[in-house]
């Protein structure tokens, strides 16, 4: 038996003494890396890959010529053949942006150089040639099967000969691109264009919500910590406050729908704003009742990090103040309070980065596919904290899966996702150095 | 004496100051977070809460042949043989109009009214009236003195009648404008009906034998069939169109003495002699109608007179000469019960808050009921019932359709199932990865390696949840329905690449191995893991062609009819796995980490392995860590709302397959919430299922802190 089975020692050591084990936890580990490392990057590439122009080819079917970039290629599959989709723009023309045509299908690809994309205000792009340029106030288009098209020369965004550019030419539209979707407002129900208002929503949220949690969360801490007597029931409610943060979202969410929109918010429309009624004012969503919803969510953060800074002050700094004769409040105020100020930051960083990432409660509390004015402008009174506003973490639910064109806006997605996703990590990012800089400070201070 | 410097007052009391404002905020703010809880609790709370009723003072009126109750309560209009009919406002039972025209007084019969308000008149020259009172209300104007009642008479044709049954109006059909009434008789010969359509009367009797004692019968709601109960307790069903036919019967037991819908027209109400009260349906199965008992309600003292059924949920009124009850066909529940003694005719408000019921000297009793979420009982939210249309009782949840007389299936079965599912496929994937790799990460890997591992993991926990569920729903699932073979056949490719790797790992140098080897594994196996994603790539389409015919869907339909939907119970597993896979780790490697030193250089002294070392001592000691990491991972998998609204189909279905969506208790509430009337049942519901997530996801958070601090505690002896 032993002999038929013949393990050579090597084996039988790697199997026996659990070098085996060793490598398959690895492989664990390595297979959660790669996925996230492939999924932060498979977001970046196709994000950032959508604003480089790429070359237009026309090419020859059966069905007649096309003209359009090549998105995407399928091999065969079972019964289906090899595909090429095509995105050939021109929607007012065609009726639709994509085309898949059978790969055996295609004959004499060829890049034009005078072939162009014409980006619009209206129906998506174009990709064609210019017929007539000559006239100020038109641009006379023509589409690979013939067509022609005038439109006003107002109504262009710009125009891309990608064949004809190099790299340097590509990289200013790219640029230019780039700018025009971090500064832009939206075109096309949300398809195209630039996600300004949402970043402007998202950041007014997270501001509006740092507002409100700072104070809270410093507060109940220094309650905690510093003022109340420490026993059973502070650890329960330490506890306590500690689970709320895992306490699933879309539960602060109804509870912000039920208590600030319609308690709260029925109550100030009837004291305050009864002429405006039936329309409310305050008793439907806002930008305000997001962010106090929101505070709420974060709160156990900003409570936990400060109790941790406070905690980690050193006692000799109390006892020397205390000491000098200095009261407890003066003592908090100017020896603790400074010294736990990285922990209180690194709360409030984190908490942003949540109260940034967090969509469900928001879609009950106030947030909008498309909002028509900011909460914050020009009018009096210049901040309407009534107002509903767009939010970038939204804007990908929303664009992403209630759009009725979804595969014209994917790549708008990718973007806005790539965006939001950067804003969390570098917050996240944040918080750690913060954090790691405080232990280290008060790991090596001599006290 | 010396004196106190001003300024140390000042601290002193600004001291003071401030330890009452701290401790009263800090006490403040915590209440306030904690009160989230009792806030969500207190909506919810009115669900449980069972209706109230009120008795209002009760009127002397003459003798009446039926009541028509008005929507708000206030006015009320009664049928007189001899003097019309006579509108009084109440509860003060002022004289506000008698509306005399119409057939000529005294009337020889007169129908009880319908739930609509509809009657039918045989006056005194045997001419056939059909009536419905309507109120003209000036908009806004809340002073029933105000408003006009009007009779609109149709009909009042020559017509031998010999006891009127039932009437039904039927809406215009075709080029008519005006609705045609029908209304039923029964007489010596049997069961009769005459129609009014257009000014002209028709009039058709039917002779089925077993029609012969029919003592109740009423017009289903299309004018296509007809339902008849008998003396000798049967309930007939018959199909009208063309020739009258008898479709088939049901056995009631006991007389039949009335007839009556519940909203919708569909449920049928049946009473008996003995107050006997049962709710029938017939479903169309493929040409022929499936009849069915499909409620029972708790009897009722004496036989039953009549039903009324409420215009805007599916409760009804059922009489007898001395018992007054408000039923819930959904729930069977009973909202109201009184005894009034010699009831002859009663009425429901169209929103069933006022109930009347007059005697046959004229006492006009009435009350007023407070029941706001009637539909609701244990039984609803947890159990099987048996809803309007379906065949047996089902756990459905589908809080709303398209008409307004939709019978509400609020089911919470479906939804707690469809978190469980989701739940489960995510922990499926994310705990074998999650926890090994913090063992590894914890025990084996270099230093240099953990410092870089532990905080990426860290980042990754904060991603948010709308990118994942983005990338599940927009990219993952498409691949999976293109490729699912590949994914299900990746694993086996992966540890098939393993065991490529591992001998020629092992026929390395030793002091390669020690030194290069020991604590990077983990980079090791990266190639190891593309080599076997490419072999995958490679061969599994010539797999999936030899064992499975060429597509993997079709197979899977055909040989064990299983669907699939793009957006499935994998996709959700996968994307919420991940979202998990950070916290598990997270936790579960902090509890790892902190196993004394002790512990595992004993072992090592003995002479285990690392690996035995990690397996035998460091795990069981971690345990209960391990434990709360899996718990805190649940919390957040159950309560995750943004990945599974995005990557199921939202579908309140009930089936394990891993193919097929489903719809979670936090989806739902963001599905449903912004469409939730306020304050109405299903916005109440959705505040049961959010307390229901509190408490659980609380549950477990707070178990999971238990332990840890317990395991904390432990360790500190070391």
Redesign the interface.
């Known amino acids: 038996m032993t002999e038929t089975l013949n393990i050579p020692p ?2 039988r050591a ?1 199997i026996r ?20 490392v492939g ?1 932060v990057g ?2 970046a590439a196709k994000g950032l890959g959508f604003f480089w122009p790429s070359s237009i080819v026309q090419v020859q079917t059966s069905e007649g010529p096309i003209l359009g970039e090549i998105s995407a290629q399928e091999k065969a ?3 289906d053949p090899a595909k090429t989709q095509f995105r050939v723009c021109n929607r007012d023309l065609f009726g639709q942006d994509y085309r898949w045509v059978p790969s055996a299908d295609i004959q004499d690809p060829q890049r034009p150089a005078d072939a162009v994309l014409v980006e619009r205000l209206e129906n998506g792009p174009f990709i064609g040639f210019i017929q007539d340029g000559s006239s100020g106030e038109t641009l006379v288009l023509r589409a690979v099967d013939g067509q022609t098209l005038e439109i006003p020369r107002k109504h262009i965004v710009r125009i891309v000969p990608s064949n004809a550019l190099g790299v340097f030419g590509k990289s200013r539209v790219y640029a230019s691109r780039l700018w025009e979707f971090v500064a832009g407002d939206p075109r096309e129900s949300n398809t195209e264009g630039g996600v300004f208002p949402a970043i402007f929503g998202t950041v007014m949220m997270v501001l509006l919500m740092s507002i409100a949690v700072v104070p ?1 969360g410093v ?2 801490a ?3 910590r ?3 007597r420490q026993g059973w029931v502070i650890r329960a ?1 330490r ?6 943060a ?10 912000g ?3 600030f929109i ?1 308690t709260v918010g029925g109550t100030l429309d009837q004291i305050f704003f009864s002429q405006k009624l039936p329309t409310p004012t305050f008793g439907t969503g806002g930008i305000l009742w997001a962010s106090l919803t929101l505070a ?1 969510l974060t ?2 953060v900003v409570i936990v990090s400060t109790e941790e800074a406070l905690s980690a002050v050193p006692r000799s700094q109390r006892e020397a103040s205390l000491a000098l004769g ?5 003592t ?1 105020w100017n020896v603790v309070l400074p010294g736990a100020l990285p922990g209180i930051l690194t709360g409030l960083v ?1 908490a942003m ?2 109260g ?5 409660p928001l ?2 509390t106030g947030v909008v596919k498309l909002a028509p004015s900011m909460p914050l402008d020009a009018s009096f009174p210049f901040l309407h904290l009534d107002r509903k506003f767009m939010h970038l ?2 804007h ?2 929303d664009v ?2 209630q759009s009725p064109n ?1 595969e014209a806006a ?1 790549p708008m ?1 990718f973007m806005t ?1 790539l965006l ?2 950067l804003i ?2 570098l917050l ?2 944040a918080a ?1 150095r913060l954090r790691s800089r405080l232990r280290a400070r008060v790991g090596g201070s001599s006290f | 004496m010396t004196r106190i410097p001003p300024a140390l007052i000042r ?2 009391r ?2 003071r100051f ?2 009452g ?3 009263m ?3 403040l ?2 209440a306030a ?2 009160g ?1 809880l009792v ?2 609790g207190r ?1 919810a709370l009115p669900l449980a809460r069972s209706g109230k009723s009120r008795t209002n003072p009760s009127l002397q009126v003459a003798p009446v042949a039926g009541l028509l109750a008005d929507e708000s309560g206030k006015v009320i209009g009664l049928l007189r043989p001899d003097s019309g009919v006579e509108c009084i406002a109440l509860p003060s039972g002022t004289p506000l109009a008698t509306l005399q025209d119409g057939p000529v007084r005294p009337w020889k019969q007169a129908t009880e009214p319908s739930s609509r308000g509809e009657f039918a008149v045989l006056d005194q020259e045997n001419k056939l009236f059909f009536g419905r009172l309507n109120w003209e209300k000036p908009s806004g104007d809340p002073d029933p003195t105000h408003w006009t009642p009007t009779v609109e008479w149709n009909g009042g044709m020559p017509a031998s009648m010999d006891t009127l049954l039932a009437v039904r109006a039927l809406p215009p059909s075709g080029l008519a404008t005006q609705p045609s009434y029908r209304v039923l008789a029964s007489g010596k010969d049997g069961l009769s009906w005459t129609e009014w359509s257009e000014g002209a009367l028709t009039w058709k009797s039917i002779t089925i034998p077993e029609l012969q004692d029919t003592t109740q019968a009423i017009w289903s709601a299309d004018g296509a069939h007809l339902w008849a109960g008998t003396r000798s307790g049967n309930l007939h069903f018959l199909s009208m169109e063309g020739e009258p036919t008898l479709n088939s019967s049901l056995a009631f037991g006991e007389p039949v003495t009335a007839l009556g819908f519940v909203l919708g027209q569909t449920s049928l109400l049946v009473g008996g002699e003995q107050g006997k009260l049962l709710a029938c349906q017939a479903i169309k199965k493929e040409d022929a109608f499936l009849l069915q008992w499909f409620h029972q309600f708790e009897k009722l003292n004496g036989p039953i007179r009549g039903f009324k059924s409420s215009l805007r949920d599916k409760r009804f009124l059922a009489w007898s000469p001395n018992h007054v009850v408000v039923d819930h066909l959904t729930t069977e529940n009973r909202i109201f019960s009184a005894s009034a003694q010699d009831t002859r005719h009663a009425s429901l408000s169209a929103r069933g808050e006022f109930i009347y019921a007059a005697s046959s000297t004229g006492e006009l009793r009435s009350w007023s009921m407070d029941a706001p979420h009637p539909e609701i009982s244990a039984k609803v939210l947890w159990g099987k019932v048996h809803y309007e249309g379906y065949e047996k009782p089902e756990q459905v949840w589908q809080s709303s359709g398209g008409t307004d007389d939709f019978e509400p299936k609020l089911s919470l079965m479906p939804l707690v199932f469809g978190t469980l599912k989701g739940t489960l496929f995510a922990m499926l994937f994310a705990l ?6 913090a ?3 914890s025990q ?2 270099h230093p240099r390696l953990k410092n870089i ?1 532990k ?6 926990a ?6 994942l ?3 599940a ?3 993952l699932a498409p691949l999976l329905e ?1 490729s699912a073979i590949h994914v299900i056949l990746l694993p086996f490719f ?1 540890l098939l690449a ?1 065991c490529i790797v ?1 001998p020629l ?2 026929r390395m140098p030793k002091g390669f191995r020690l030194g290069w080897g020991q604590g990077r ?6 190639p ?2 593309f080599i076997g994603l490419g072999l995958c790539i490679v061969l599994a ?1 010539s797999f ?1 062609r030899i064992f499975l015919g ?2 993997f869907r079709a197979w899977l339909l055909a040989k064990h009819s299983i669907t699939y939907d793009q957006r499935n119970a994998i996709v959700v597993g996968f994307a919420m796995g ?1 979202a998990v ?1 950070p916290i598990i ?1 997270s936790v579960s490697e902090d509890a790892l980490s902190s196993v004394p030193k002790a512990l595992t250089s004993a072992s090592l002294a003995c002479g285990a ?4 070392t ?2 035998r001592v460091v795990v069981p000691t971690a345990s209960p860590g391990i434990f709360s990491a899996i718990m ?1 991972g649940l ?2 998998a ?5 990945i599974v ?2 990557a199921t189909g939202n579908t309140p279905l009930m089936d394990w397959s891993p193919f097929n969506g489903m719809r979670t208790l ?1 989806a739902n ?2 599905v449903e ?2 469409e939730a009337p ?1 304050h109405g049942t299903l ?1 109440r519901v ?2 049961l299922t ?1 307390l229901l ?2 408490a659980l ?2 549950l ?3 178990g999971a ?2 332990i840890r601090q317990h395991l904390r505690k432990r360790y500190e002896t070391f």
Do not use: C
């Open positions: 090597r084996w790697f003494r659990g070098s085996a084990m060793v490598w398959l936890s690895g492989a664990a580990l390595a297979l959660s890396l790669l996925m996230m999924l498979y977001i599959h079972g019964t809270l507060v109940a220094l309650f905690l510093e003022y109340a409610l506890i306590a406050v500690n689970n709320l895992g306490v699933p979202s879309i539960v602060f969410g109804i509870f729908l039920g208590f319609y709420l709160v156990p200095a009261t407890k409040w003066q908090i984190l980065a949540r940034a990432g967090e969509v469900a879609m009950l973490g939204f990908i639910y992403g899966f979804s994917k997605v996702t939001l996703l969390v990590l996240n990012l750690l | 601290a002193k600004t001291d401030m330890t404002i701290i401790t905020g800090g006490f703010i915590i977070v904690l989230i806030f969500i909506e074998p990865l999650a926890l090994f790799g063992l590894y990460t084996f890997a591992i905080p990426a993991v860290e980042i990754m904060a991603l948010p949840s709308v990118v569920g983005f990338l729903g927009l990219v293109k992966a393993a591992a790992w092992i594994e983990t980079l090791w196996l990266i190891a893991i389409p999936e060429g597509d991940f896979i780790f392995s690392p690996w035995q990690a397996w805190v919390g957040r159950i309560g995750e709302t943004m609204l995005m936090a509430i963001a919430a912004p306020v916005y959705l505040f959010a997530l509190f996801t609380f477990l958070n707070t802190e238990v």
